[in-house]
């Protein structure tokens, strides 16, 4: 349970206070400077609204992270002073600017959308595979994962592979919402500086967990709706995750069975999973962050980098990062995820799809008692395999999250070539 991008470990450190500080990665690269006119200050403004991904610079500026250090002295002058061979002024100068603007933006809502809305479906057949203890085909190889999925598809229609994507919008809303109360009623950074501590640092992290417990009941509502069968499902609104988890903490609303754990029992595994899934993601990130940004350091050594390749380095070291912290741990937490998923589902009265057949539906009728007897429970009756049940649909996830990264790289490069 988290938000698919880590928030609050931004890497190098470009949002925030960071250029305020004396430079750039302790180097001296990036001088701060102090806005005294409106020229300096609208240097640096952003638009559209900055979003992950996207650095919306003005056309010829790199990032600060990713830019080749330079000499003590900032850079100044026209466009045509840095790329003089970039062409010049006038209309085409205002329609590459234009087009730098726009283009991490859309950018960033490429992979926005292959994150929430295009792997949409194979999040669904994931959780169904996670909690279903009666299948005995794994789906280990996205192979069988592709012939299931045509088989719902099939025999249900489009929506039953489409189904409780609101309801991931409202928890991913409910969890930056929170973070953000949080935050500001209590003096837990929401953010790690450069100068951090170890203080800090579990503040930072308690934060996060809170955040995870208060997002805990909505999340079970949401995961209830990914795996509950179009079969027998009803026509439920978009608040119906809301209702649900509001209900299952003040204990009204849906009947559940007596199996079901108390909020309590399942607070552990979930802000365990929660805070792990965003160290790791975190530490994966800064570490390919600095990677691109000694490569990138390295050609720009090498007076090999075109104006072109600035203009990537600007915008697609971040999306790598983000694809590669979130790849690596869904993989190393892949386990702990179809433990959790089954303590919530348990007693919750759910009816999924059969993922051996296509069609037919199977209850959910697990007695774990936490999430010790979960684990050696699956150990047992379904061997170490059993905790990646569903895996195929991680590998197409991810192989979808990839093509389009390439694809759009592709077309921004088109649109680069073109321009200049």
């Known amino acids: ?109 490429a992979s926005l959308f292959t994150e929430n809305v295009l792997a949409h479906p194979c999040i669904v057949l994931r959780r169904q595979c996670q909690v279903n203890y009666h299948a005995r085909n794994y789906h280990l190889t996205p192979f069988t994962v592709i012939n299931i999925m045509y088989s719902f598809n099939k025999t249900q229609g489009p929506r039953a592979l489409w189904k409780g994507m609101g309801s991931t919008f409202i928890v991913q809303g409910i969890t930056l919402g929170a973070e953000g109360i949080i935050s500001e009623f209590t003096p837990l950074p929401r953010e790690i500086s450069h100068k951090w501590n170890p203080k800090q640092i579990g503040e930072h992290l308690l934060l996060k967990s809170l955040t995870y417990m208060v997002a805990m009941p909505f999340y079970s509502a949401s995961l209830i709706e990914t795996v509950q069968s179009e079969i027998i499902r009803d026509n439920t609104g978009i608040l119906e995750c809301v209702k649900e988890g509001i209900g299952r903490v003040i204990g009204m609303g849906v009947p559940h069975s007596k199996r079901l754990l108390p909020l309590l029992s399942l607070i552990f595994p979930t802000v365990l999973h929660g805070v792990l899934h965003y160290i790791i993601s975190s530490i994966i990130q800064k570490f390919i962050l600095l990677i691109l940004k000694k490569k990138t350091y390295n050609s720009h050594l090498a007076e090999s980098t075109s104006p072109m390749q600035s203009m990537l ?72 395999l059993g905790f990646y049940k569903g895996f195929g649909a991680v590998i197409i996830q991810y192989t979808l999250h990839a093509a389009v990264l390439q694809i759009t790289k592709i077309i921004y490069s088109t649109l680069l070539q073109n321009s200049f």
């Open 1 to 109: 349970m988290h938000p698919r991008r880590p928030d609050g470990f931004d890497g190098l450190g470009y949002r925030g206070g960071a250029r305020d500080e004396q430079g750039f990665g302790g180097s001296g690269a990036f001088p701060a400077r102090s806005f005294s006119t409106s020229s300096d200050l609208s240097h640096w403004v952003t638009t559209p609204p900055d979003i992950p991904g996207s650095r919306n610079l003005h056309w010829g500026e790199k990032s600060p992270p990713y830019a080749p250090p330079v000499a003590s002295t900032p850079l100044e002058g026209p466009v045509e002073e840095l790329f003089p061979g970039s062409g010049g002024g006038g209309v085409r100068g205002q329609s590459s600017e234009q087009l730098n603007r726009f283009a991490g933006f859309g950018i960033g809502l």
């Open 313 to 384: 380095d600007a915008y697609f070291p971040e999306l790598i990062a983000n694809f590669a912290a979130s790849l690596c741990s869904d993989i190393i937490l892949y386990p702990l995820e179809t433990v959790l998923h089954r303590l919530h589902i348990q007693g919750t009265r759910t009816i999924i799809d059969n993922t051996d057949l296509g069609y037919e539906v199977l209850p959910i009728n697990t007695q774990y008692e936490g999430m010790r007897d979960c684990i050696n429970t699956i150990r047992q009756e379904e061997g170490m």
